[in-house]
Structure formats: C-alpha cells, structure tokens
C-alpha cells in the first residue's frame, strides 16, 4: 500500500523567512497530494492540493511542487508569520485507493517574531 | 459553506464499554470515512463506505470496530468494546463524486479510562 514520508518533523524560521517541508510517496498510482494545515486541538483545513497532471501550484505566500518521477512533493511558504505556526500534514490518494488519503508523519512549523 | 457535523466533541467512557460516534455529512456527498489521530501523531486512516457498504478498511478497523449510515443523514463508528489505546481524536470526513477534496468534521476526542 502507500507510504508517505514527510520531513522534517519541526521546523523553525525567523518571521519573514521562508519554510520548506518535503514528502515522498511510494504509490506510482497515486495522483492526488493535498497538504493540510492543523491548529492544537482543531480538524486538519486542506490549505493547498496539487494533481498529478501539474508540476506547480501557487496560491498567495502557499506553493507546492510535484516530481512525479522522483515520487516527491514539497510545500513551501513565504514570508512567514506567527500565525502560520501549526502542524503541517501532505497526503496522498490515489483513484486506485478509494480516494483514502494516507498522511505524513506531519511537521511542526513555528514561526518566531 | 457546508460543515461536517460531529458529536459528542468529546467522550470518556470506562474501557470495556461500547461508544458510538456520530457524523452528519455534506449532503450531497457520496463518499465518507473514519480516521483517527492519536495524540501526537499523523491521521491514519480508518475506514471507507460508499453506497451503503465498506469499500476499504485498514488494520486498526478490526472486528471491534463497525460502522453505519442508518439513515439518509447519519453516519455512525461503533466501537464495541473500548481498550485504552482507543484513545484518540476521530475525525470523520465527507467528500463528493468526482472530487478529490475532503471535508474534515471537527472530530470527537475519546478518552478511554
């Protein structure tokens, strides 16, 4: 089955600097790779998602990059906040997979003002 | 913007004991699933159900766990009979044909003592 691997597990930036965090999958099946955002306490919120059939997806100070070849996807924030510190989880789906997302271990983003 | 309902938010029950967890899907979702999120720890997943049948589980649904949409509205996790390592935030999640996207409910926390 599928197996997705994120990195690394906490992550600390100066406010202003940017924030990357990578995941590989093992599925070559799988085409869907949504990276959500969670507060202490709260659901996970879908902040970006990327399909197989792109390599880049950018929204405001949020991209995520895709290389299918390599199995990897990575998340990547710009201008960082105080308010963007959370846990970040990818995942990945597949349409082979019932449409179940498999996690990543999640990484735990602060950013310090 | 439609919302997945879950209650209780939270429940203790005394291991051993039966708990059922609820969840009101997006209405017009076809698609709906169990995960779970140890303290600390990735979402895993638990459970898929599409018209009206299980279409995939993972190893921690075991014979302890079942689930039902017993209506046109409810969606429902049994747990039978509650161990310590039960202990988790669940969420329950909903999402349309067709689409990839997830709509996350805002979990039960269940504290097994």
């Known amino acids: 089955g599928e197996n997705v691997e994120q990195h690394p597990s906490t992550l600390s930036v100066q406010e202003g600097d940017s924030a990357v965090i990578k995941c590989t999958y093992s599925?070559?099946?799988?085409?869907?790779f949504p990276w959500y955002k969670q507060e202490l306490g709260k659901r996970p919120q879908l902040i970006i998602d990327?399909?197989?059939?792109?390599g880049e997806k950018k929204d405001q100070r949020i991209a995520v990059t895709l290389n299918k070849t390599a199995k990897h996807f990575s998340l990547h924030i710009t201008e960082t906040q105080p308010e963007d510190s959370a846990v970040y989880f990818c995942?990945?789906?597949?349409?082979?997979?019932?449409?179940?997302?498999?996690f990543g271990q999640g990484t735990e983003l602060s950013v310090k003002p | 913007e439609p919302e997945v309902t879950q209650t209780p938010s939270h429940q203790v029950t005394q291991m051993g004991q039966e708990v059922i967890l609820r969840c009101v899907p997006i209405?017009?979702?076809?698609?709906f699933y169990w995960y779970r999120q140890i303290l600390g720890q990735k979402v895993e997943f638990l459970v898929s159900f599409y018209n009206n049948e299980i279409s995939e589980k993972s190893e921690i649904f075991d014979d302890q766990f079942s689930v039902e949409r017993p209506d046109g509205s409810n969606f429902t996790l049994k747990i039978r009979s509650t161990k310590l390592e039960d202990s988790a935030m669940y969420f329950c999640a909903s999402r349309a044909p067709g689409d990839h996207g997830y709509t996350f409910g805002s979990g039960t926390r269940l504290t097994v003592v």
């Open positions: 209405s017009n979702h076809l698609y």
């Open positions: 599925d070559s099946a799988s085409n869907y």
């Open positions: 990327i399909r197989s059939n792109v």
């Open positions: 995942a990945a789906s597949g349409d082979n997979q019932g449409g179940k997302l498999i």
